[in-house]
């Protein structure tokens, strides 16, 4: 009887897995993998899962963070191959769904605590411009002068890969979209009126006017619920989706330019706030053009949001001077922003 079961469980295993094919993004080989095996179960099973490795005093450790569930039962590298970034790794996995919803726990302000601290450990995670975007120094040159050096060269800005997955992935399975409205019917209706007052006169915009009562757009309520939203810089249209998590990006972040001194440490020889390009703000209640091709058709924003320009790139010219003395020393150059 035992054994019977046993193979009724496999069955169902089997049969409700779905096979999936990602591709992960990492540092080097292993960490790419790990990003794949996330996204697979973020794709199969309705599933967001997010870790983070650090190093310290000698030992790796890793913490793992996940909002709902599955179970890969078992995987294939489809292929891997370097990048500028570091690497890519292509799997094909079968997962399998399983049931992780959290527990509605109503306070008498009918607040649901526990839903909204699982969102925010995430969030959280997610909620780092120096994760979120890519500094590259690129184009330097030098002058050198009797005491100081002059350094020339630019930082190019670009939105890392495995953050937006990140974040799509998580706002997929949260499944609520963001509300905005356009003004698109308020066009179009204002120039039919705008006709039909031209052919028919009075009466007949009032027709118009009658039916146009009927079938117009339901008003939206403005809400305080953080969302994200996601489209080009000013391009056609926004995707936009509810987080109800604030998040704390910088409006104005700093790049900054770190050296490795060898004897000194750490030093700081660059730091700028930037008129950042890549992503802005809105408020709840906010109203911008959102497309190229039409200027006069405007988005309004019903939450607050964060606006993510994913296709968006940006090239920062820097020059400074750094002491003689100090570049002579200097064995490693990081540039991030914070």
């Avoid at 963070?65 to 996995?93: C, F, L």
Wanted: neutral net charge; contains cysteine; proline residues 2%.
């Amino acid at each position: 009887m035992r054994s019977l079961l046993f193979s009724l469980m496999l069955v169902v295993s089997v049969a409700s897995a779905e096979e999936v094919q990602v591709t992960g993004y990492g540092l080097n080989y292993n960490s790419a993998l790990e990003n794949a095996k996330v996204m697979a179960l973020e794709k199969g099973a309705s599933t967001f899962i997010i870790g983070e490795s650090t190093a310290r005093n000698g030992k790796m450790t890793e913490e793992i963070d996940q909002y709902n569930g599955g179970v890969i039962k078992k995987y294939d590298v489809v292929s891997q191959r370097t990048t500028n970034m570091g690497y890519e790794v292509t799997i094909v996995a079968d997962v399998v769904p399983k049931n992780n919803a959290v527990r509605k726990t109503k306070t008498p302000f009918n607040v649901d605590f526990e839903e909204y601290e699982k969102r925010e450990k995430i969030v959280n995670r997610l909620d780092n411009v120096g994760k979120a975007i890519h500094a590259q120094v690129t184009k330097t040159g030098t002058k050198i002068g009797r005491y100081e050096t002059t350094v020339y060269g630019q930082v190019v800005l670009t939105w890392q890969p495995k953050w937006i997955t990140d974040m799509k992935s998580l706002t997929s399975v949260i499944n609520e979209r963001g509300t905005t409205t356009n003004n698109v019917y308020d066009n179009v209706a204002g120039s039919g009126i705008n006709s039909l007052m031209s052919r028919f006169g009075f009466l007949g915009a009032m027709g118009g006017m009658a039916v146009d009562s009927a079938i117009r757009p339901t008003p939206q309520q403005n809400s305080d619920h953080m969302m994200v939203c996601f489209g080009e810089y000013y391009g056609n249209g926004v995707d936009c989706h509810k987080l109800s998590v604030d998040m704390t990006f910088p409006r104005s972040p700093k790049l900054v330019l770190v050296a490795k001194v060898e004897g000194r440490g750490h030093v700081v020889l660059y730091e700028q706030y930037l008129d950042m390009k890549m992503y802005k703000y809105v408020s709840s209640g906010d109203t911008m053009s959102t497309s190229n091709l039409f200027k006069s058709y405007k988005t309004s924003f019903h939450n607050p949001a964060l606006l993510v320009y994913e296709q968006q790139t940006q090239v920062i010219d820097l020059t400074f001077n750094i002491e003689n003395s100090i570049i002579k020393s200097v064995t490693e150059i990081g540039v991030y922003l914070k």
